[in-house]
């Protein structure tokens, strides 16, 4: 008969013997690391191999560069804003060993399933300069990617991710439309976020009206959460 589980708290879990089980979580820890190199690989081609380019024929920026930029800026912003700064300890501290022979504690293992931390970069964070409608346009397909993850942890009945996911749109919403002036491209991109906080917005209320009840209501939003680039380029 399989082991009896005996619950720790929602981010660890030990059998009865007390042994950890922790390969989920490496497994998310180990699927962070590669994000974190797969965007620094993204940011070295840019720098050696396309800036160079556009740096000598400026026009190629408004194309297909443009593009590339908006998807590097929404794959940072994401990765910052879930994971944190790597200057804050955000990345670094993951669970991972610091030194060779050191051992993962359990501790370690509950950041794997962390609050996202929040932050949101700024056009002056990034390693590479961004006009301001390549940070717009990334910044608006950020919350596509935010919409996903609010309902990947709707499903896990973590009310204070979903919380988190809703607080970082409406701010990203709100700040896009006291804009005086935005590129054209941005207010193709606002009804997908809007249809975005709403959708979030509903969730967090299903799942206060759950807690409420004292039952295990399904959270999910009906239909996919859009990506905000939806209609407005690949």
């Avoid at 996911?165 to 491209?185: D, F, H, K, M």
Wanted: net charge negative; glycine share 8%.
């Amino acid at each position: 008969p399989e082991a009896k589980k005996i619950k720790l708290d929602s981010t660890k879990e030990l059998d009865a013997s007390g042994t950890l089980k922790p390969q989920e979580e490496l497994d998310a820890i180990r699927t962070r690391m590669e994000h974190r190199d797969e965007l620094r690989e993204m940011e070295e081609c840019i720098q050696k191999e396309l800036l160079p380019i556009v740096e000598e024929e400026p026009p190629l920026r408004s194309g297909s560069f443009a593009n590339v930029m908006e998807e590097y800026a929404e794959a940072k912003l994401f990765f910052v804003w879930l994971l944190g700064r790597e200057d804050e300890g955000g990345v670094k501290t993951l669970g991972m060993p610091t030194a060779e022979g050191e051992l993962l504690l359990p501790h370690d293992f509950a950041l794997a399933r962390a609050v996202p931390k929040g932050a949101l970069l700024l056009p002056e964070d990034f390693l590479i300069a961004l006009q301001p409608e390549e940070y717009l346009g990334g910044l608006c397909d950020l919350t596509g990617e935010i919409g996903r993850y609010a309902v990947q942890r709707g499903t896990s009945r973590d009310h204070d991710g979903v919380q988190a996911c809703l607080e970082a749109n409406s701010a990203i919403s709100l700040a896009i439309q006291t804009l005086e002036r935005s590129p054209g491209g941005i207010n193709k991109k606002m009804d997908q976020l809007r249809r975005s906080v709403e959708k979030i917005e509903r969730m967090t209320y299903e799942m206060s009206l759950s807690n409420a009840a004292g039952i295990n209501m399904n959270t999910e939003v009906t239909g996919t959460v859009e990506n905000a680039d939806d209609g407005g380029g690949d």
